[in-house]
């Protein structure tokens, strides 16, 4: 398989570490949305990270739908969402706030990089607060268990972590020693190989 896309977008990076907590084994090509526009289309014509070319020559768009194959992959006892039930309810609600909260993330960065003068600050704070109270309600998740669904990591802590560094990447203010016990999560998450390994490193 082929994982196109670099780690510093968040969906790529969750995508990666997937890869590697399932055992999928996979070749990365780093492109960047701004300097490889071009051959980003080849695999996806919106442009957009990541894609993930399987080995029949199938590529798979966006990282939720590319993440929901990789587990059907792995199997039931591997999956990082489980398959049916309570379990499955609060591993998605999970996402779902992780996702959302990085989302926000994104659109508050993109805001600081409009040229002065059309800039909308008041957008902006809206979408910092909204992140903020995304990653807070993780951080009370967080304070409750061993990962933010149970003693078991799932993809709601792989997604919150990538959310989480990209966040301290590219707005570290908005997170700023807010959300020590999702912050401490993250720091564990980190350590493991699987997950560390997919950081983004500037080059």
């Not at 591997?78 to 994104?106: H, I």
């Not at 409009?114 to 979408?127: F, I, N, S, T, Y």
């Not at 951080?139 to 933010?148: K, V």
Request: some cysteine; proline content about 5%; glycine content about 8%.
């Amino acid at each position: 398989m082929i994982l196109i896309g670099r780690n510093l977008s968040p969906f790529v990076r969750r995508t990666a570490a997937s890869l590697n907590l399932l055992g999928l084994r996979f070749t990365q090509r780093p492109f960047s949305v701004a300097q490889n526009a071009e051959e980003i289309r080849g695999f996806n014509p919106l442009g957009r990270v990541p894609a993930l070319v399987m080995e029949d020559g199938e590529v798979l768009l966006d990282s939720a739908a590319i993440l929901d194959a990789l587990d059907d992959l792995a199997g039931p006892e591997r999956a990082l969402v489980p398959r049916s039930g309570a379990a499955r309810r609060d591993v998605l609600r999970a996402v779902a706030l992780a996702v959302g909260a990085t989302e926000k993330v994104v659109g508050a960065y993109y805001e600081t990089r409009r040229p002065d003068g059309l800039r909308w600050a008041e957008g902006q704070a809206k979408l910092t607060a909204q992140a903020q109270a995304a990653f807070a309600a993780l951080d009370r998740l967080a304070e409750s268990h061993g990962w933010l669904c149970g003693e078991k990591l799932t993809q709601a802590d792989v997604t919150a972590v990538a959310g989480l560094d990209f966040a301290d990447i590219v707005l570290p203010e908005l997170a700023a020693g807010r959300f020590p016990a999702l912050a401490a999560l993250r720091d564990r998450a980190n350590a493991i190989p699987a997950i560390g390994e997919t950081r983004f490193k500037a080059e």
